[in-house]
């Protein structure tokens, strides 16, 4: 019984890693300087591959890099400490091309 409650915690991070982007509904982005602000806190992680930020749609998504994952406490903190407020956090099996794309959102 240990070994398979063990096997289910080494597994569940992994499930959480094959998200393609995490994406998060954030309040309080105003102008470019919150999304440079947002972009250069979320870039200072390890496992960021990516970051687009969306004034208009008030969204924030992040790409990670393969087989790493950034935990959604950590990003809300990293926000909340920024000034911003979560609304929500998703992990979405879309690439961060296709959100720039859905948000027409430049490169």
């Known amino acids: 019984m240990l070994k398979r409650m063990f096997l289910a915690i080494t597994v569940l991070p992994m499930v959480a890693a094959s998200a393609a982007t995490i994406e998060m509904d954030v309040n309080g982005l105003v102008c470019a300087f919150c999304a440079q602000g947002i972009e250069k806190a979320l870039r200072a992680f390890p496992?960021?591959?990516d970051?687009?930020?969306s004034l208009e749609q008030r969204l924030v998504a992040?790409?990670?890099k393969p087989g790493q994952d950034i935990a959604d406490d950590v990003l809300r903190k990293a926000l909340v400490d920024a000034g911003y407020s979560v609304k929500a956090i998703r992990r979405e099996d879309e690439s961060l091309d296709a959100v720039r794309a859905r948000l027409k959102v430049k490169p």
């Open 51 to 53: 970051v687009v930020v």
């Open 62 to 64: 992040v790409a990670t």
């Open 47 to 49: 496992a960021t591959d």
